[in-house]
């Protein structure tokens, strides 16, 4: 299993491009199930979650032409598609949840594995099955897999979420897109990923229209061949935000639009950022000392995003005060503090909220991954810690991060892959 080799402490310098977003594209590819007309998925980022996307869809009868440089897919759905999603496909990536939605709302039928547990909590799909069985999904659970039928097309109706649920809603959205009549969804999430999946099939010719966390999607019989360019992706412009900011950096954050982290740069400026935008770069230039914060709260868009908060309690250990952040999304997402504190840090747990007493100097150590996120806070404390790190299991990293190596090491991070 590769490492990482990273050399501290580095400066950052340079700019670095963002790619497409990763979760983003898995709904999208997800919904290219709807179609019996070729799609054009542009854009998308390789990561290894997008081959477990696209090998899912392969199993299930989809051609995929991919260009040569492999961010763009045209997928060609057969007559007969198969619709079983097997466990070794859906067990390496939760997102392949979202297949289920598309299945029985074209084919009427679907056996889709129970996705399992995951580091970062239980994380169970029973709000997907709520609205999707509301919808008119019958099913039932046998070893470990989801088997799914209804009697003919979906049927709109009015949902209301119990607890915002991005994957719920997704799968929730694509569904009632071929489905009889008017469905009101309530309680939303609302992540700019949303936005982009609703961009695209409305594209396509689907009909779905948003008042804050309500979306109304009224059925239609088919969709239309269509080619959509995938956003930028937020959290991987947010890591290399907090890293420049982190590293007394000067960087260039390119090809994205800045509105969607602008929750995520306000923070930034707080600490002492120097932050400049254009419609599509961000200039950031990070403090000589990072300001704390008191109370960081991870909380659904435009909240701060529970994905970046790894990488924020990494800038709070080097701030200059005490700080705190409290993970309301997840129950179990403070792995990497273990990993941190082999590093030095100084950070107390109760319950769901992370003590971080700044100051911090990081010395080099061996450390391991544990989830993508995770990782690379890892990968941001060995970058500005003294002396040699050595990172374990970068493969976490690999699932959501295009090419992170190479983009680290253009903007100045001593960084090796041992093999
Ligand atoms: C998505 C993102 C993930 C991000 C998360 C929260 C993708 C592929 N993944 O994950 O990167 O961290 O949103 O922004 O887009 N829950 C239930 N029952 C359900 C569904 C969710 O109890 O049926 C709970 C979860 O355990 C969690 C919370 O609701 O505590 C939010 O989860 P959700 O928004 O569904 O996250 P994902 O869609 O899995």
């Known amino acids: 299993m590769d490492k990482f080799l990273i050399n501290g402490p580095c400066r950052i310098k340079g700019n670095v ?135 003919g097309r979906l049927k709109g109706k009015t949902i209301k979420f119990p607890k915002i649920s991005v994957g719920a809603t997704e799968n929730s959205i694509i569904a009632a897109c071929l489905a009889k009549g008017k469905t009101i969804l309530k309680n939303c999430a609302m992540e700019p990923e949303i936005k982009d999946l609703t961009q695209f099939l409305n594209k396509a010719g689907a009909n779905i229209k948003w008042s804050g966390r309500t979306c109304i999607i009224t059925g239609i019989d088919s969709l239309n061949q269509t080619t959509h360019t995938v956003m930028a992706d937020r959290i991987e412009a947010g890591t290399f935000c907090v890293a420049a900011t982190l590293a007394k950096g000067n960087l260039q954050v390119k090809n994205l639009d800045p509105k969607i982290i602008n929750t995520e740069l306000e923070l930034l400026k707080k600490v002492g950022a120097k932050i400049k935008t254009t419609n599509n770069k961000i200039f950031i230039k990070g403090p000589d000392k990072i300001k704390s914060i008191k109370n960081i709260k991870t909380k659904e868009f435009p909240g701060i995003p529970t994905d970046l908060q790894a990488q924020l309690m990494v800038l709070m250990c080097k701030s200059v005060g005490k700080s705190s952040i409290t993970e309301n999304i997840f129950e179990n997402r403070f792995m990497h503090v273990a990993e941190l504190q082999r590093l030095g840090a100084k950070i107390n747990i109760k319950n769901n909220k992370a003590f971080i007493d700044g100051n911090t100097n990081f010395i080099g150590a061996e450390l391991m991954s544990s989830d993508l996120r995770a990782s690379v806070a890892l990968v941001l404390a060995a970058m500005v810690a003294n002396g040699k790190s050595i990172i374990g299991r970068v493969y976490h990293l690999e699932r959501g991060y295009e090419n992170i190596e190479n983009k680290l090491k253009k903007i100045g991070v001593r960084i090796k892959r041992l093999k």
């Open 17 to 151: 491009s963002i790619s497409g977003s990763k979760n983003a594209s898995l709904p999208i590819l997800a919904a290219t199930l709807l179609f019996n007309k070729p799609v054009i998925i542009k854009n998308l980022p390789r990561v290894r979650d997008i081959n477990t996307m696209l090998n899912l869809l392969k199993s299930l009868g989809s051609k995929i032409i991919l260009s040569r440089d492999r961010k763009t897919a045209k997928i060609i759905n057969k007559k007969n598609m198969k619709t079983f999603a097997s466990y070794s496909l859906v067990k390496t990536m939760r997102g392949s949840i979202l297949v289920l939605g598309p299945l029985i709302s074209k084919f009427y039928r679907s056996k889709t594995s129970l996705p399992g547990g995951c580091l970062i909590g239980a994380r169970p799909v029973n709000y997907h099955l709520i609205a999707l069985k509301k919808l008119g999904m019958k099913y039932k659970i046998r070893d470990g897999y989801i088997i799914a039928k209804s009697d």
